[in-house]
């Protein structure tokens, strides 16, 4: 890391989806037991006007962390096999998140191949995807509403001092059936971790 880490302020997660996913490229997640990793790659999605959301049909028990407050990490199952990790973004009340796609291992790299296994057989395959970044960080349901701010449950994102890229690749989403062709999945240009297609 280029300088002492610090956690993001509420107000850094407290604006809309799409000013906050370019900026937490660059930004490093870590989990409880200091794994950690840079995130190299994001997927904005925002509330009842976003086919693509979990929380286009409103709250249920299972999207309620993407209501707020702001700087929450709203983790859920999918496909009956995976967890995935988002961010929760805009003012309390108001549906968003940033799904965290790929990160570039920093530290922890034995303890992420030991979760992971033989289907991490370089470092590069460790975080390239949502699945797998929470895979490898040991983040699951227990985290669902974690404070990032506060690191309450031992989960924050921090800033390192280096900076988002200034002209982040600019993608559709994945592996949506609606909501699919909006640009707001974002990722640093030229880095080996991103997810595949």
Known sequence: MTSRPTALPRSFYARGALEVAPELLNKVLVAPDGRAGRIVEVEAYRGTDDPGSHSFRGMTRRN????????????????????????????????????????????GLD?????????????????????????????????????????????????????PPPAPAVTTRIGLTSGADLPWRLHVPDVPDVSRR
């Open 111 to 163: 303890a992420m191949h030991a979760a992971r296994g033989p289907a991490a057989r370089r470092d590069r395959d460790l975080c390239s995807g949502p699945a797998k970044l929470t895979q490898a960080l040991g983040i699951d349901g227990a985290l669902d509403g974690a404070n990032l701010v506060t690191a309450d449950r031992g989960v924050t994102i921090v800033d390192d001092g280096r900076p």
């Open 64 to 107: 309620a962390t993407m209501f707020g407050p702001p700087g929450r990490l709203y983790v859920y199952f999918t496909y009956g096999m995976h967890w995935c990790a988002n961010v929760v973004a805009e003012p309390d009340g108001v549906a968003a998140a940033v799904l965290l796609r790929a990160l570039t291992p920093l530290d």
